[in-house]
């Protein structure tokens, strides 16, 4: 299902690989916790637990900036489905979720929400951080969060390694080398210039990449990243 490894110097470079099919929300059709709970098919309680995260978010969000309030009425599409859209590409033997940026818990606390172990939410910013924590105490999470920059964390290999709406694939690359290991794999939320950052990225990296369209941004890709090897150590 993967595409094939690209090493740089090769004419050919990686395209979009829309190998699965997925339902995509259409922007026009209202999308709301009633459609998240039919869509995702989680429980009542992880559910009932999403919303409690929710409320919370929109009530800090008065004070602090953790989303952009033009995106609050379309919440459960902009952020709890565009990150939710990643469960299933978790290895069900995941043990180990590093977060980068997880700013207000995207996409790293609605993950482990739903269920992923091992979660660690690493955000630069103290007021955010101390969102996330009360965020998981309330939805009874249970998280790590770090409130440090990724460049200062002990290096530690990880199953999978999240991001969204932080860097270019090059430099989230370069941030992730570090935790990286021989399975390690990368899932990245990505915006409409994933073919120029692709691109970008192959000058520096050999790797295996696999692109989805986003279900929750029809100008947006879910990028799925394994095989990692800087052009310099190969």
């Not at 090769?10 to 459609?35: A, D």
């Not at 995207?106 to 103290?126: H, Q, T, W, Y």
Request: proline share 6%; glycine share 6%.
């Amino acid at each position: 299902m993967f595409g094939a490894a690209s090493r740089p110097g090769k004419r050919h470079l990686p395209h979009k690989l829309f190998h699965v099919k997925q339902h995509i929300e259409s922007k026009q059709t209202p999308y709301g916790p009633e459609q998240f709970f039919q869509g995702e098919n989680v429980s009542r309680e992880t559910f009932s637990r999403m919303k409690t995260y929710v409320d919370l978010l929109l009530t800090w969000n008065k004070r602090i900036n953790l989303v952009s309030k033009s995106t609050e009425p379309e919440v459960w599409r902009r952020h709890i489905l565009d990150s939710a859209q990643l469960y299933p590409l978790i290895p069900r033997d995941c043990s180990s979720l590093l977060d980068f940026g997880s700013g207000a818990g995207f996409p790293g606390l609605v993950l482990a929400i739903m269920g992923v172990k091992g979660v660690r939410l690493m955000e630069s910013d103290a007021r955010k951080c101390a969102f996330l924590r009360e965020a998981a105490r309330i939805t009874q999470t249970e998280v790590q969060v770090l409130n440090q920059r990724i460049e200062s964390i002990t290096p530690m290999v990880t199953d999978v390694i999240t991001a969204r709406a932080l860097a270019p694939l090059a430099d989230l690359l370069s941030l992730a080398k570090p935790f990286i290991g021989p399975k390690t794999q990368c899932l990245f939320l990505k915006g409409q210039h994933i073919d120029a950052e692709l691109t970008h990225a192959h000058k520096g990296w050999t790797m295996r990449v696999y692109c989805l369209p986003s279900r929750s941004d029809p100008t947006g890709s879910v990028v799925r990243v394994h095989e990692v090897s800087n052009v310099n150590s190969v």
